[in-house]
């Protein structure tokens, strides 16, 4: 009689490993890719719409609802407050990137749509509506690539 | 013809609602209905893999009540969402939905505002 005994341990234990740096760098390319999100819908035309700045001084990011960047440290003026969120309940244990802006009005504004049933005015140059939306499609790619080289990296 | 032009028409083949009447483009003249559609393109299009245009096109449905606001921009979500070319427009490839139609202002005429866009896959 022939015995083989093949001891799986080794491999068992490098599956866990991997399966944890795995997870640990989607999470850090998720945070680069959600931190590009952020900058790009602020700087990169149709860009955040500016009054006093306190909209665009109140966007937050999330991976996963943990916070990972604000745009607090953008100039606000007189009468403006920046208001980005700083806490969201947790919803997922699934890689989840979350972009919020943080003020009553945010919405309308980004669907262009003003009080007054016309189309809004966006008086900054370079700004506009849809702000965060046109650079999901313009950039989406990218995003996916911040988060893909992450991974790739990971030894 | 334009586009938005294009999909103006084929929205209006397929509803109650009439171009220059109830259903407009870019924006609604002063003496608009109360319940009216109005269809926009948006910044951010791009091209896909396959080299289709991504073009993305914003709806917004208005009415004096929520409910009235809110069925019309249903009626043209249901016709233009995640639909595999359209009969008449040969470009046109697919229509994407990026989001179902949600409330977003009262208007200083007292009309709700749903909102619903899409990216329009075309030639």
Redesign the interface.
Known sequence: MIKITLDTSQFKRAVIVATAKVERASQEGMKSAVKALMNDSLDL??ACPRRTGALAASHSVFVNSKLVGTSADRPVSEGGEATPLTFMPKISQELIGTLVVHKPYA??IH?????????YTYKTPGT???WV??????FGEKYFNLIAARIRVTR | MSFIQDLADYVASNTSLVVDTDLFIAEEPASSPDECVILITSPGSTKSESGLDMQAVQVLSKGKSFIAAESLAQTVFDLLANKPGFSGLTDIFYCEVLNSPFPVEVDGRGRYIFSSNFIIKKK
Do not use: D
Not at chain 1, 111 to 119: L, N
Not at chain 1, 133 to 138: D, G
């Open positions: 035309p149709p919405a309308s669907e262009g749509v003003s009080r007054w049933g016309t189309p506009g509506r849809k939306q046109s650079k999901l499609l313009s």
